[in-house]
T-cell receptor
Framework: AQSVAQPEDQVNVAEGNPLTVKCTYSVSGNPYLFWYVQYPNRGLQFLLKYITGDNLVKGSYGFEAEFNKSQTSFHLKKPSALVSDSALYFCAVRDMAGANNLFFGTGTRLTVIP | DAGVTQSPTHLIKTRGQQVTLRCSPISGHKSVSWYQQVLGQGPQFIFQYYEKEERGRGNFPDRFSARQFPNYSSELNVNALLLGDSALYLC?????????????FGPGTRLTVL
């Protein structure tokens, strides 16, 4: 069965500092991995995805993620955090066996401190 | 271009009632998926429809049903509502039915069951 884990419920970072939101995955075969962000009372906004190719994936709003097969990780990163980046972040993996739906992690709340 | 739209935005029902939620996908997208997001958790897959056919179903009881119309819009129906059905219901659309396709989410319908 496929799954992703987000080990941190909460991440705090100072504005201007680099940020990392962690995600590890468990799949059989090659994973398709996604990151989404959710602002209060809003749906999910797509940030980036890894399908194949370069391990460093660049996405929206200056975010990037590094795929690491040996560590089964797909951490989300940004070189310089903004206060407006404060939100709930979800990592997801495609269901390899079924309808191409997504399995989501439990989410990480990012707070950027001015 | 308009994104995924959902209606209504909020809904309050009492136990035992029935509810219908609606979703319009991004223009040109033929696949619609429904997810349930309970407070404090990641979204969980309910249904996927592609070209008006059910292509996948998550681990939800038969009280949950859905359909997709010729214009690719979709409805999610929940019968005999329980308190535990209170959640944010998200609709996502994508162009095709490939695992590499990105799912784009709507703002969601907040359902409260009293």
């Amino acid at each position: 069965a496929q799954s992703v884990a987000q080990p941190e419920d909460q991440v705090n970072v100072a504005e201007g500092n680099p940020l990392t939101v962690k995600c590890t995955y468990s799949v059989s075969g090659n994973p398709y991995l996604f990151w989404y962000v959710q602002y209060p009372n809003r749906g999910l906004q797509f940030l980036l995805k890894y399908i194949t190719g370069d391990n460093l994936v660049k996405g929206s709003y200056g975010f990037e993620a590094e795929f690491n097969k040996s560590q089964t990780s797909f951490h989300l990163k940004k070189p310089s955090a903004l206060v407006s980046d404060s939100a709930l972040y979800f990592c997801a993996v495609r269901d390899m066996a079924g309808a191409n739906n997504l399995f989501f992690g439990t989410g990480t709340r990012l707070t950027v401190i001015p | 271009d308009a994104g995924v739209t959902q209606s209504p935005t909020h809904l309050i029902k009492t136990r035992g009632q029935q509810v219908t939620l609606r979703c319009s996908p991004i223009s040109g997208h033929k696949s619609v998926s429904w997810y349930q997001q309970v407070l404090g958790q990641g979204p969980q897959f309910i249904f996927q429809y592609y070209e008006k056919e059910e292509r996948g179903r998550g681990n939800f009881p038969d009280r949950f049903s859905a359909r997709q119309f010729p214009n690719y819009s979709s409805e999610l129906n929940v019968n005999a509502l329980l308190l535990g059905d209170s959640a944010l219901y998200l609709c996502a659309s994508r162009g095709g039915n490939w695992g590499t396709d990105t799912q784009y989410f709507g703002p969601g319908t907040r359902l409260t069951v009293l």
